[in-house]
Antibody
Framework: EVLLVQSGAVVKKRGESLRISCQGS????????ISWVRQMPGKGLEWMGS????????KYSPSSQGHVTISADKSISTAYLHWSSLRASDTAIYYC??????????????WGQGTPVTVSP | SYILTQPPSVSVAPRQTARIACGGL??????VHWYQQKPGQAPVLVVF???DRPSGIPERFSGSNSGNTATLTISRVEAGDEADYYC?????????FGTGTTVTVL
């Protein structure tokens, strides 16, 4: 079974750094991109960026570029989303997801369970 | 950037048909996917590549895509179909999600 398991809920203060993780299992991790999707409270889904774990090539949305860093450690089949300085507006649930096939452009399935991040003032 | 517009809400009586529109410029030339999200849960794929269903998704869920509108159709709606639904495409700039539609079963 293909699974993506994310790290747990986090509460941080504005200005602090944070790294959340997404570990893949049940498939060859380096063969599939991992995408990160944000869902702010009561809002819709927003793609942030994606990484090819095979070579760590990344692609970011314009709104995320420069504010977050996506990385991966293929030795432990884990992708990361990192902030060096959190803002209150980063409060959201963050999902990782994998495309159905090796192409980044495909539909996303499966999804991780989500990591709630709360940033206090 | 590419924009996908959905109605905020759709209400439907049990056993009736719900149709959720997803509007985008020339969306008919793209491959459209749909996700169902229930409160407190991750999104679940219900339709991919315009009108294909993953295993385990009932035949009551179907899709179409032409011109500037893609549509998710839920036939014989059940109480368990109450959820938020999002359309999704790949654009040259990346993954794009629709604004989301809340389906309420009356």
């Amino acid at each position: 079974e293909v699974l993506l398991v994310q790290s747990g809920a986090v509460v941080k203060k504005r200005g602090e750094s944070l790294r959340i993780s997404c570990q893949g299992s049940g498939y060859t991790f380096t063969n599939y991109w991992i995408s990160w999707v944000r869902q702010m409270p009561g809002k819709g889904l927003e793609w942030m960026g994606s990484i090819d774990p095979g070579d760590s090539y990344t692609k970011y949305s314009p709104s995320s570029q420069g504010h977050v860093t996506i990385s991966a450690d293929k030795s432990i089949s884990t992708a990361y989303l990192h902030w060096s300085s959190l803002r209150a507006s980063d409060t959201a649930i963050y999902y990782c997801a994998r495309p159905f096939s090796a192409s980044l452009k495909n539909w996303l399935e499966p999804w991780g369970q989500g990591t709630p991040v709360t940033v206090s003032p | 950037s590419y924009i996908l517009t959905q109605p905020p809400s759709v209400s439907v009586a049990p056993r009736q048909t719900a149709r959720i529109a997803c509007g985008g410029l020339n969306i008919g030339s793209k491959s459209v996917h749909w996700y169902q999200q229930k409160p407190g849960q991750a999104p679940v794929l219900v339709v991919f590549a315009d009108n294909d269903r993953p295993s385990g998704i009932p035949e009551r869920f179907s899709g179409s895509n032409s011109g500037n509108t893609a549509t998710l159709t839920i036939s014989r709606v059940e109480a368990g179909d109450e959820a938020d639904y999002y359309c999704h495409v790949w654009d040259s700039s990346g993954h794009v999600f629709g604004t989301g539609t809340t389906v309420t079963v009356l």
